[in-house]
């Protein structure tokens, strides 16, 4: 049978940005009953960790994006240009009164009946998409996302059964390596080359040419 056909699509066709906290000052922060989620947890992350949160006072009056399921976040910036655009995904349901760090922007995708987000947790962590990023960030002594140029990004959408099965053998891999609390580093870091090998490989499809 034919090879399934694999849809490229841009980041801007997918959903739409938006932006985390804004006009917030150092006093607004670690009061208040609303939740943020950090920089390290998205930087650190590719799917979202929900127990990891900050506190910040949020008024009645403010117009502040809260995150929801299925959310794909990156970072904004930074002093090294290969740690611009980290992505984390928001695969489990985040409190309602959760919100988003002001260092980083999320993108909400209109559509998620075709996109598994497991899938979507590993695909922009790929080197593929990775080697991509210097087209969207530009700097000198830290770099920053445009997010007009970063729309414009192309992703691999298989099939939804394609995509469930590389999110499932890639998630079971990177249990299997994060998991590994014994052993010698260069074991450990064996291992993590080993996953990421296998994911770039898994996540590698051909771009056809119109």
């Known amino acids: 049978p034919p090879p399934p056909q694999i ?4 980041l801007n066709d997918t959903g739409i940005f938006y932006s985390g906290l804004t006009g917030k000052t150092k006093s ?16 650190q992350n590719p ?13 009645p009056d403010e117009r502040q994006n809260r995150v929801q399921h299925g959310d794909i976040l990156f970072t904004l910036s930074s002093e090294n240009l290969n740690e611009c655009a980290t992505s984390s995904v928001i695969r489990g349901q985040p ?13 909400r995708p209109s559509h998620t009946d075709g996109l598994d987000l497991p899938y979507l947790s590993h695909v922009f962590r790929s080197r593929a998409f990775r080697k991509e990023i210097p087209k969207a960030a530009a ?7 445009s997010r007009t140029r970063f729309g ?3 992703i691999p959408i298989p099939p939804l059964d394609r995509q469930r099965a ?12 994060n998991g590994l609390t014994s052993g010698l580093p260069a074991e450990l870091n064996a291992r993590r080359q080993q996953y990421e090998y296998y994911r770039d490989k898994l996540l590698t499809f051909k771009e056809l040419k119109s």
Do not use: Q
Not at 28 to 43: A, T
Not at 95 to 107: D, P
């Open 95 to 107: 409190e309602a009164n959760l919100f988003l760090n002001s260092f980083c922007f999320g993108l």
């Open 7 to 10: 849809r490229w699509v841009t």
């Open 152 to 154: 414009k990004l192309m």
């Open 166 to 177: 590389i999110g499932r053998t890639l998630d079971s891999f990177d249990t299997l390596v």
């Open 28 to 43: 607004d922060f670690d009061r208040g009953e609303s939740l943020f989620i950090p920089y390290m947890n998205v930087f």
């Open 47 to 59: 799917t979202t960790d929900l127990t990891d949160t900050r506190h910040v006072s949020i008024g």
């Open 139 to 145: 700097g000198v002594t830290r770099f920053n996302v």
